[in-house]
């Protein structure tokens, strides 16, 4: 097929002095070359790395014996015999007095954390860890916002080589004990609140509630985040942040080997527990280095801004910022508050970031409700990172006319799972309008049909056929490795199926049509439907529920949730207004429904389970035959239901548009 003309091209005299072009020519390749450079990058893994390896001077306690000692998925074995710490190098190079961190907020406010004062920090709340009782090993969990707190915490974590994990307190205290009891987690550290659009929220109930629910901590570091005070007896041992990272210490990080536990990310528990996703210290080191240090040009001087939560692991990456010597804001807040829905593109403009990182949704609803970011002076910001789910092609005019003709707008794709991306773009390629613009080095992806074959320019599943190095070591808890195996590999064996539709253009993007399982993916934040239907379903007028999240045209995203009543039970406003606050309390306000609709019943299999995804794919105007088997139905009219849902759906979009 012909290749269609680019959006955006870049610079040559910008891409010429570019990391990622210093580093094509470091290994001997054209740096205009992307294709070329891709090549080599996934067909020889080993001499790919390892040039990742040297040429951002990874510091190893001992050295690597060889690159890839097994090349099997699940179960690669990476930079065999080396030892290093995460924390070490995120650490290294940070200027004493330039900005490590900026701390951000939805009123404005900011402060500034600088190299030596992280790193004074970092050493204390190390050194208190230590005496609370956590070794090499054992774990540390989080229920904070997004601010300077979280990043301390998990880099004195890590330094002890101890495990992190952390979620945000939009949680309910029993979401948030669903992921961290599985860890039996030696302290918690609790913030006693956050801020969203206007509203402080008081967390300080939740955070002890969470505390009592895991019975293996030995103590809780109390964080004065919105400046409420804590109860004088908290229940059990307890220590103030100031106490804990106000002493002179000296850091000491703990060299461990390559693959040791780094964190726990969750997934987003569609059906049932979360599952703990565990990654390693060296596979997260060198793949956000190559992310953010090769494909985002992120080095000293520069200035990243990404609205994330602290459980989206796009918060994880923000911290990796650190990797490179550049500086990382955090914010805590609304992305668009009601008060000063643009204040993000303001403090950009004030705080001179260069990588501006956000979701389609935020971009759809900027321009959606008339905003122009150009009146900030947003001259430094070269890009605009942007992920979490589909950006669809009408967003790109908008931000170039109202952000800027220069500004690179670098959609990207991965997940939790690996924590990074599989496509996205770098500071060398071209910008299609509604696509990705390549496969993210080190990344052998391809798009498989039904029958495990690749294709070009057709729709097939995202599939990765050779190993990355953050691929998860293990899922907690999970010793034969069976439920890793199920995630990933039982569809192709021994190669990765992410769970995602993509067409790979025979011009070498990628585009994103969304998810191909059920998990609810709103505004980048995942959650599983289970989490919902668990609160819901707690409700007397409520018999079952079915929540969706279906992807639609344009960037939309329509979120219904489906309820079948008890008997005498009626769907009127104030069952309405009671479903929207047991799921803002109990599960997340992020994932209040759009719609909530009575429906006559829920399809399930044989066996007693939800048919979610069959129900997403009818939303979305598949036809039942393509949907599924009615004989696997436990009542095969309710599918002939929803699919008539689905087409009144579709109809009021023909007629909105």
């Known amino acids: 097929m012909p290749t269609p003309e680019p959006f955006w091209t870049p610079d040559p005299d910008t891409t010429a002095t570019s990391r990622i072009a210093e580093f094509a020519r470091g290994v001997g390749m054209d740096p205009g070359d992307y294709p070329a450079l891709h090549d080599w990058s996934v067909t020889d893994l080993e001499g790919f790395w390892a040039a990742v390896w040297d040429h951002f001077a990874i510091d190893a306690a001992t050295p690597y014996e060889e690159v890839l000692a097994e090349e099997e998925m699940p179960g690669a074995r990476w930079f065999t015999g080396a030892t290093l710490n995460y924390t070490q190098h995120a650490l290294r190079h940070l200027s004493p007095d330039r900005p490590a961190l900026i701390a951000l907020d939805e009123t404005g406010a900011s402060y500034e954390v600088t190299g030596e004062e992280l790193r004074g920090q970092v050493a204390s709340v190390a050194a208190t860890l230590r005496e609370l009782g956590v070794g090499q090993g054992d774990r540390v969990v989080g229920y904070l916002p997004n601010t300077p707190h979280a990043v301390v915490a998990f880099l004195a974590t ?34 006693d609140g956050y801020l969203f659009n206007g509203t402080t929220h008081d967390r300080r109930d939740a955070a002890l509630d969470l505390s009592r629910a895991l019975p293996t901590l030995k103590a809780t570091v109390l964080v004065e985040r919105v400046g409420l005070p804590w109860p004088a007896d908290s229940g059990r041992p307890a220590v103030t ?10 850091l000491d990080c703990v060299p461990v080997p390559f693959d040791h536990p780094l964190w726990v990310v969750f997934s987003s528990g569609t059906t049932g527990l979360p599952k703990g996703i565990v990654h390693g210290h060296g596979g997260v080191l060198l793949e956000h280095l190559k992310t953010l240090g090769l494909h985002s040009d992120l080095g000293p001087g520069e200035r990243l801004l990404w609205y994330t939560t602290t459980h989206w692991m796009m918060w994880n990456l923000v911290v990796s910022t650190l990797l490179t010597g550049a500086t990382a804001c955090t914010y805590d807040g609304s992305p668009a508050p009601l008060a000063r829905p643009d204040v993000l593109w303001e403090l950009a403009a004030r705080h001179r970031v260069t990588l501006f990182g956000t979701s389609p949704q935020y971009l759809l609803g900027m321009a959606k409700f008339g905003i122009t970011p150009s009146v900030h002076d947003l001259s430094a910001v070269r890009a605009i990172g942007c992920t979490g789910s589909a950006l669809p092609a009408s967003a790109y005019p908008w931000v170039r006319e109202h952000v800027g003709a220069h500004v690179q707008l670098a959609s990207g794709s991965g997940g939790t799972d690996v924590v990074s991306g599989f496509a996205g773009s770098a500071s060398t390629t071209p910008v299609w309008e509604g696509e990705l613009s390549v496969p993210n080095l080190g990344v052998a992806l391809a798009a498989y049909d039904t029958d495990g074959r690749p294709v070009r320019d057709q729709v097939g599943e995202l599939v990765v056929t050779r190993p990355m190095p953050s691929m998860p070591l293990y899922f907690w808890n999970d010793l034969e490795g069976t439920r890793y195996r199920d995630a990933y590999f039982t569809t192709y064996p021994g190669v990765w199926r992410h769970g ?13 049509h969304g998810r191909s399982d059920s998990t609810l993916n709103r505004n980048g934040v995942r959650l599983g439907s289970a989490d919902i239907h668990d609160v819901v379903e707690h409700l007397p007028e409520i018999t079952e529920a079915l929540v969706i999240g279906a992807e639609e045209p344009e960037g939309g995203y329509w979120m219904p949730l489906f309820v079948v009543l008890a008997e005498g039970a009626v769907l009127d406003d104030t069952l309405r207004d009671t479903i929207r606050r047991v799921i803002r309390t109990g599960a997340s306000p992020r994932h209040v429904p759009d719609e909530i609709l009575q429906v006559p019943g829920i399809p399930h299999t044989r066996t007693g389970k939800k048919l979610e995804v069959p129900v997403k794919r009818l939303l979305q105007g598949a036809s039942a035959e393509q949907v599924v088997n009615p004989a696997a139905v436990d009542d095969p009219e309710l599918i002939a239901y929803f699919a008539r849902i689905g087409a009144e759906r579709r109809r009021q979009l023909t007629q909105q548009a």
């Open 158 to 191: 890590a330094s002890l080589g101890a495990l992190w994990s952390v979620c945000g307190q939009d949680y309910a205290p029993q979401a948030a004990a669903d992921r961290f009891a599985q860890l039996e987690p030696t302290v918690l550290v609790a913030a």
């Open 241 to 250: 942040w100031e106490d804990a990272a106000g002493r002179t210490e000296q």
């Open 500 to 512: 995602d539709w993509i067409t790979h253009t025979s011009h070498g993007s990628v585009v994103v």
